[in-house]
């Protein structure tokens, strides 16, 4: 198993410009989510999906879109992109806890995003 | 909205030395989780607990979950140069189907 897969690994943007980030499972889990991660700030959630067909926003969703058209995938797309969403991007997923506490999440290897 | 607070952010210790991270919800958690995050890496699961006043240990690292369920810690006995990396616990409440809340992580370094 490949776990999960992230793409591109680096990004140089300019403001305004967009574009998805990239994100693949083969565990067949049910939860997929994104996160963030700034200096001394921790993961914030930016969007997370339950299922396919499924997404919310979570603590930082504005400025970005998401999709969940099958169960593996779950791009992350920057509408509109600004300096302050430069970034590491990570991806995870996990069994769905609905119902019950969570499971572990697995994390992707990380998207480095730097916008000028 | 649901806080988790994260002390100390960073730490140095001679290596040999203990280390210990304390996490701080602002909520009552159904259960927390801490991962590990190597320089350069991406965070990798460590261990759960779920239950009021949990200890588990994995080698020389303690875990533990307050009996209130709103607060938890790490405890690493004579830290190593493997132990390098940041440390971040992620709280869950009202098993609320996987939506983990993530503290600001402790960063620590060891000397050799």
């Known amino acids: 198993n490949a776990g999960v897969t992230q793409t591109p690994k680096f990004q140089v943007l300019k403001t305004g410009q967009s574009m998805t980030l990239q994100c693949a499972q083969d565990?067949?889990?049910?939860?997929m989510s994104w996160y963030r991660q700034d200096p001394g700030m921790g993961l914030r959630l930016i969007h997370y999906?339950?299922?396919?067909?499924?997404?919310d926003q979570g603590e930082v969703p504005n400025g970005y879109n998401v999709s969940r058209s099958t169960t593996e995938d779950f791009p992350l797309r920057l509408l509109s992109a600004a300096p302050s969403q430069t970034s590491v991007y990570f991806c995870?997923?996990?069994?769905?806890?609905?119902?019950?506490?969570?499971?572990?999440?697995?994390f992707g290897p990380g998207t480095r995003l730097t916008v000028t | 909205g649901q806080q988790v607070m994260q002390i100390p952010q960073y730490q140095h210790v001679q290596e040999g030395e203990d280390f210990t991270t304390y996490c701080n919800s602002s909520?009552?958690?159904?259960?927390i989780q801490w991962y590990k995050q190597r320089p350069g890496g991406h965070p990798v699961f460590l261990i759960q607990?779920?239950?009021?006043?949990e200890v588990k240990k994995q080698k020389r690292l303690t875990f533990q979950f307050g009996e209130a369920k709103k607060n938890s810690s790490l405890h690493i006995t004579a830290t190593q140069t493997t132990d390098v990396g940041t440390y971040f616990c992620?709280?869950?409440?009202?098993?609320?189907?996987?939506?983990?809340?993530f503290g600001g992580g402790t960063r620590l370094m060891v000397k050799p």
């Open positions: 995870a997923s996990s069994y769905s806890g609905t119902g019950r506490y969570s499971y572990e999440q697995y």
């Open positions: 565990m067949n889990h049910e939860y």
């Open positions: 999906s339950v299922g396919a067909g499924i997404t």
């Open positions: 909520t009552t958690l159904s259960n």
């Open positions: 607990l779920v239950k009021s006043g």
């Open positions: 992620a709280g869950e409440v009202n098993n609320a189907g996987n939506m983990l809340t």
